[in-house]
């Protein structure tokens, strides 16, 4: 089994900051990308941010210079820093990650539960 457990979303001002956290745990072997992807209402999911096990980042062009993603391979986790949040990046967030289970040779796709961030004075 594989587990991806998300923290840290919320209710912030504009302007203002929130990090997420998403930890990876269970029978995994290697780990590739990891990412975050977010689904407002009424909209399909998108992608925000990925990270590459080497580090390499991509980000939408609407997250640009306000958010940051990162990683921590030793804890099997993936972080999202969200600065100068406005309201349009009020949505459910999902994390992702690319994974080889072990015993398998097979690389798959889980996604986390998703935690909401609402963007609002």
């Known amino acids: 089994q594989v587990q991806l457990v998300e923290s840290g979303g919320g209710l912030v001002q504009p302007g203002g900051s929130l990090r997420l956290s998403c930890a990876a745990s269970g029978d995994i072997a290697d780990i590739y990308t990891m990412g975050w992807y977010r689904q407002a209402p009424g909209k399909q999911r998108e992608l925000v941010a990925t990270?590459?096990?080497?580090?390499?980042?991509n980000y939408a062009d609407s997250v640009k210079d306000r958010f940051t993603v990162s990683r921590d391979n030793a804890k099997n986790t993936v972080y999202l820093q969200m600065n100068s949040l406005k309201p349009e990046d009020t949505a459910v967030y999902y994390c992702?990650?690319?994974?080889?289970?072990?015993?398998?040779?097979?690389?798959?796709?889980?996604w986390g539960q998703g935690t909401q961030v609402t963007v609002s004075s």
């Open positions: 992702n990650t690319e994974l080889r289970r072990l015993g398998t040779p097979y690389v798959n796709h889980y």
């Open positions: 990270i590459t096990s080497r580090g390499s980042t």
